[in-house]
């Protein structure tokens, strides 16, 4: 199943395995119980709105106290902990999703809603910057992708992935080091040249990763999934919102800065 191939750990390679066609060469899925895309996009603005809700009250709560410690902090904690195991959850339990993916979103809310939060105090306005950026590379992308301008070879699928990996590595190999306090290459996240570009190399890979989020979905759609199957897409999409958001924000953050 190559053909649904993402780097997204939420819309993975294996997403749609279960649902083999009959030996008619048609969907398992009933006609009227299958995922489309109007479907798809209604779920996404719905978790869309989880995420506002809890982010919104954490940025006031925050705003209004000042009190990092006693709020951000295990607010955050919460979310990254909770949105963890839901995200886990989810991807292991896909038909679950329908519940899973909206706690997921609300708990992300509480990151993002203290993270911006602590970004708005050292750089005023940043948050609502990060957020337009975020929104307008969204439907940047869509509009290329849908015009064809971007096209989802397999030559960009597996790099994308590649690149997300490396990523990845990258950061647990940071993050592992840092236990036993070893600097390694910590440059980047300085605000120097160094930092600069590797923060728009990583939102360049999150961005690209909405393209074969957009991809995963029109073949979902294509392929006759399950109806739950709108939550999960929905879900996946939302993870990479969320990391191109934080990326954005980061990037933005090093450019005030200087």
């Known amino acids: 199943m190559a053909l649904f191939k993402t780097a997204n750990p939420a819309l993975g390679q294996n997403?749609?395995?279960?649902f083999q066609k009959s030996q008619y060469g048609g969907p398992l899925v009933d006609a009227s119980a299958r995922m489309t895309l109007s479907g798809t996009i209604?779920?996404?603005?719905i978790l869309l709105l989880c995420v506002v809700a809890t982010a919104a009250w954490?940025?006031?709560s925050f705003m209004q106290t000042h009190d990092l410690m006693s709020f951000a902090v295990p607010a955050i904690m919460i979310g990254v902990i909770g949105g963890l195991?839901?995200?886990f959850i989810t991807i292991f339990k896909k038909e679950w999703s329908?519940?899973?993916?909206p706690i997921y979103a609300?708990?992300?809310g509480l990151v993002l809603g203290g993270i911006s939060a602590m970004f708005e105090l050292q750089h005023p306005?940043?948050?609502?910057?990060?957020?337009a950026l975020t929104f307008g590379t969204l439907f940047v992308l869509l509009f290329l992708y849908k015009t064809g301008v971007i096209k989802v070879t397999q030559k960009f699928r597996l790099g994308v992935v590649a690149a997300t990996g490396g990523i990845f590595l990258f950061y647990m190999a940071q993050m592992l080091l840092s236990f036993f306090h070893i600097p390694f290459f910590s440059s980047v996240y300085g605000n120097g040249i160094v930092g600069i570009g590797f923060s728009l190399i990583v939102v360049t890979v999150a961005?690209?990763?909405l393209v074969l989020d957009f991809d995963f979905v029109e073949q979902g759609v294509a392929y006759g999934a399950p109806r739950y199957m709108e939550w999960y897409a929905a879900f996946g999409i939302i993870v990479t919102l969320v990391w191109l958001y934080l990326e954005i924000l980061r990037l933005l953050a090093k450019m005030r800065s200087r």
Do not use: H, R, Y
């Open 15 to 18: 997403t749609f395995s279960d």
């Open 42 to 45: 209604n779920k996404t603005g």
């Open 58 to 60: 954490t940025w006031n």
């Open 85 to 87: 195991i839901f995200a």
């Open 98 to 101: 329908p519940v899973t993916a």
């Open 106 to 108: 609300l708990l992300e």
């Open 125 to 131: 306005g940043i948050a609502m910057e990060a957020v």
């Open 207 to 209: 961005a690209l990763n």
